[in-house]
């Protein structure tokens, strides 16, 4: 799994040499339980998603993330989520004007590879889905906070199977 982040490890470094230029600009990571449901079977796995965005205004982000899980077996089907790429427009709101503190709300696309089937005849599969999501951002200083946040970002038919790909994660994120 570490091979597929190499490439995001290095984006992440090259942007931060650019922060003193880069206002508006923000990078993060996060873990969390990504949660892939279909009729009879619910899997678990670790993820661990890259986050890029730009503060366009103190309410609107644009933000592209990639991701990737571990996979897991119940009931001798498989599942893992290979990769993904999201897009979102994120909408974000500061109760009271607080700079400790935002919450908000995430609305976008996600292109998902996934790898399902009964245990030795998986296959794997694309699709594309809307995607959206809530969370909190604690701020610890001005440019960095720890979030919280849910994201569904699959609900769809998959190989005519339904399915929905949730994710509970926490995060850090740098505001340069």
Same mark, same amino acid.
């Given at each position: 799994?570490?091979?597929?982040?190499?490439?995001?490890?290095?984006?992440?470094? &090259? %942007?931060? /040499?650019?922060?003193?230029?880069?206002?508006?600009?923000? %990078?993060?990571?996060?873990?969390?339980?990504?949660?892939?449901?279909?009729?009879?079977?619910?899997?678990?796995?670790?993820?661990? *998603?890259?986050? +890029?965005?730009?503060?366009?205004? /103190?309410? %609107? =982000?644009?933000?592209?993330? +990639?991701?990737?899980?571990?996979?897991?077996? #119940?009931?001798?089907?498989?599942?893992?989520?290979?990769?993904?790429?999201?897009?979102?427009?994120?909408?974000?709101?500061?109760?009271?004007?607080?700079?400790?503190?935002?919450?908000?709300?995430?609305?976008?696309?996600?292109?998902?590879?996934?790898? *399902?089937?009964?245990?030795?005849? #998986?296959?794997? =599969?694309?699709?594309? /889905? %809307?995607?959206?999501?809530?969370?909190?951002?604690?701020?610890? /200083?001005?440019? =960095?906070? +720890?979030?919280?946040?849910?994201?569904?970002?699959? =609900?769809? *038919?998959?190989?005519?199977?339904?399915?929905?790909?949730?994710? +509970?994660?926490?995060?850090?994120?740098?505001? &340069?």
């Amino acid at each position: 799994m570490s091979k597929k982040f190499l490439p995001l490890a290095a984006a992440a470094l &090259f %942007l931060s /040499s650019l922060s003193a230029q880069a206002e508006g600009l923000y %990078l993060g990571v996060s873990v969390g339980d990504s949660n892939f449901q279909q009729p009879g079977n619910t899997f678990h796995g670790l993820n661990l *998603t890259g986050h +890029l965005g730009y503060r366009i205004a /103190s309410f %609107l =982000d644009i933000e592209a993330r +990639l991701a990737s899980s571990t996979g897991d077996t #119940t009931n001798n089907y498989e599942y893992q989520l290979l990769y993904m790429g999201s897009a979102f427009a994120k909408l974000n709101w500061q109760p009271m004007a607080s700079k400790h503190f935002e919450l908000y709300g995430m609305i976008g696309g996600s292109y998902l590879q996934l790898r *399902t089937g009964p245990t030795g005849a #998986t296959t794997d =599969d694309g699709d594309v /889905s %809307l995607s959206y999501g809530f969370g909190i951002a604690l701020f610890g /200083s001005e440019t =960095d906070s +720890l979030n919280l946040e849910w994201v569904r970002y699959g =609900d769809d *038919t998959l190989n005519d199977v339904d399915y929905t790909l949730d994710n +509970l994660n926490i995060g850090y994120v740098h505001h &340069f």
